[in-house]
């Protein structure tokens, strides 16, 4: 890659040394439009994928369901839907329930997928996740240059 690699210009919410921090999750390239890719994170598993739109989001890798990891989905008009018993989620992480082709309603509101914070920079998808343990990003240029591999 030949683009430099500055931290990006993202805030932070907070100065706390355990905050989660943005991180680079994986080259925006390993991404393509209307995909789904498993990433890990410090052993977080994680799905990341794009919509139609261009939009990158980053979830945890499990559906509110029964647990299936949802970077087995399928991607279209900017919902992923679940392989196993297809439902489907829309960029903000709500259920949605397709009633035709053209239009789709919310199911229950507490039904939800586990989304992260997520933009795109430099080249990467940068990622805030909350860590299991404390595994604070201190260096994001470092962090960069070793940069996570989606699957
Ligand atoms: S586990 Fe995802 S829809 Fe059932």
Redesign the pocket.
């Known amino acids: 890659m030949n683009e430099p690699l500055n931290p990006p210009d993202l805030p932070n919410p907070t100065s706390q040394e355990d905050a989660p921090r943005w991180t680079p999750l994986c080259a925006s390239s390993d991404v393509a439009e209307n995909r789904a890719r498993a990433a890990t994170l410090d052993g977080k598993q994680l799905v990341v994928w794009r919509d139609g739109e261009g939009g990158i989001h980053v979830w945890d890798d499990r ?1 509110p ?4 990891t949802l970077s087995d989905g399928v991607v279209a008009g900017g919902l992923i839907a ?1 392989a ?4 489907r989620f829309d960029v903000n992480g709500q259920q949605i329930r397709l009633i035709n082709s053209t239009q789709s309603a919310r199911c229950d509101a507490k039904i939800h997928a586990t989304v992260h914070d997520a933009h795109e920079r430099n080249g990467y998808v940068w990622v805030r996740v909350p860590l299991a343990r404390a595994a604070v990003v201190k260096d994001a240029r470092a962090s960069a240059a070793s940069h996570h591999e989606c699957a």
Request: aromatic share 10%; with cysteine; proline share 0%.
């Open positions: 559906c369901h029964r647990g299936e679940c196993s018993h297809g439902w």
